[in-house]
């Protein structure tokens, strides 16, 4: 979920950093948008360290892209922390003189305030009815938590912990996120075909895509499925885990979770041939005997399966296949994934370009998302967390638009 967190001017600042590792942590895509007055006490090197995003404060950096209409328009959730009595004050008004404030006011998510100032700045009538105002308007603004303050003094105004603005905070987008009330399941890693008890026919998938699309989807509010092949990352939290190791494993797999699945992401690296044979023994290497010879045998194709299912009964669900994709003198990358659109008859399909630059085992990754209607190819590109919000995104967009519930 992508996530603007708002430091606003107060010493509480640097317990911020702890709840922005929160974030991170679960797997959130985070914006931080300092106030120019926070980063006297905390500054931008550290929130884009932790963030591993780019830090601005001015609605005058990046013009182009008018970050504040961008920000406030894709972020699913916007919290403030510490929410400054003059930020909380600036919000209530509608005032929009920095980058947050310009951010707030485009804000289309829930936005939840954490306050921290001293006890008589939070008890004054003046902040009180900024609170009520802003509250009023279906925003949530914490209380402070109760104990010892900057100075001397002590009472109500300390920031309340980072564990429990990150629960509120998630507990203000439950039900509101794009994919609440779906199940997603997803296939992830590389299969591996047995020659005996020993060896495997393999491929060199790491499965960072599909983990990566695992989190996006769950942090989106589905139940996640993910049906995990030999993966090189660990599964992560949250998603129910069903591990495989063939094509024939997987495709049992898939075709069981497929019937209550409102989306299946085929994003495993399956084998397409096995061996014919498996040895139940291992093979011995024999100096007398001929060279051997693996004789291969076709798998299912299990993308294409789950499509004839679904069509067979009538489902409605939505099918995304992944594809790697070179082109040749008879025609370029697109016009052999439309192709293998067409031919799978998936709804979406995520077209890696290989050869320009390998995307197995690295971070990063650039794709184009086809879709079956002839759509405008999207093009996605980032670390494999990007790609996985921008698939997630497009995903939402077509469960709601072109494939609404029954
Ligand atoms: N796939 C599958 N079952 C297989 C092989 C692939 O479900 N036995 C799925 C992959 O998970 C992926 C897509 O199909 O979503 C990738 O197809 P790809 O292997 O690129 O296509 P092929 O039909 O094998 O075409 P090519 O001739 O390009 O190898």
Redesign the pocket.
């Known amino acids: 979920m992508r996530i603007v967190l708002g430091v606003g001017g107060g010493i509480a600042a640097y317990k911020v950093a702890s709840l922005l590792r929160l974030f991170t942590e679960a797997g959130h895509n985070v914006t931080v948008i300092p106030t120019e007055a926070s980063t006297r006490f905390v500054g931008v090197a550290t929130w884009e360290a932790l963030s591993g995003n780019p830090v601005s404060n001015s609605v005058f950096d990046d013009v182009p892209q008018v970050n504040h209409v961008r920000l406030g328009h894709e972020a699913a959730l916007i919290v403030v922390a510490p929410a400054t009595a003059d930020l909380l004050a600036r919000a209530a008004t509608g005032q929009a003189n920095d980058l947050l404030t310009n951010t707030l006011l485009m804000a289309r998510g829930p936005v939840l305030f954490a306050p921290a100032m001293h006890t008589e700045m939070w008890q004054h009538a003046a902040t009180q009815a900024n609170v009520e105002t802003l509250r009023g308007r279906g925003i949530t603004v914490l209380e402070p938590a109760s104990g010892r303050l900057t100075g001397a003094d002590s009472g109500p105004g300390r920031l309340p912990d980072p564990d429990v603005i990150f629960d509120a905070a998630m507990a203000l987008t439950q039900g509101r996120l794009p994919l609440t009330g779906r199940t997603v399941t997803i ?1 992830a890693g590389g299969t591996r075909e047995p020659l005996d008890p020993v060896r495997f026919l393999g491929n060199r998938s790491s499965g960072k895509q599909g983990v990566a699309l695992a989190v996006a989807a769950r942090n989106a509010g589905a139940s996640v499925r993910l049906l995990a092949a030999h993966m090189d990352v660990p599964a992560p939290p949250g998603v129910e885990l069903v591990e495989v190791e063939t ?1 024939l494993q997987l495709r049992e797999a898939a075709l069981t979770a497929a019937a209550d699945s409102d989306v299946v992401i ?7 041939f096995r061996p014919a044979d498996v040895s139940d023994t291992k093979i011995k290497k024999r100096d007398d005997t001929a060279d051997p010879v693996i004789t291969l045998v076709r ?6 399966e789950l499509v004839q299912l679904r069509d067979q009964t009538g489902g409605r669900q939505l099918i995304v ?5 070179t082109g040749d003198a008879n025609g370029d990358v697109l016009h052999y994934a439309a192709e ?1 659109l067409t031919r ?1 008859g998936c709804d979406l399909l995520v077209v890696n370009h290989v050869g320009r630059d390998q995307v197995f085992g690295k971070d990063h990754n650039s794709v184009v998302i086809l879709a079956r209607a002839n759509s405008e190819p999207q093009s996605a590109s980032g670390s494999k967390q990007d790609v996985a919000a921008a698939i997630t995104d497009r995903i939402s967009f077509e469960l709601s638009h072109v494939l609404p519930r029954a």
């Open positions: 296939t094509a085929m994003a495993a690296a399956v084998a397409d798998n299912p194709d299990i993308l294409q296949g992944f594809a790697a994709e293998k799978k």
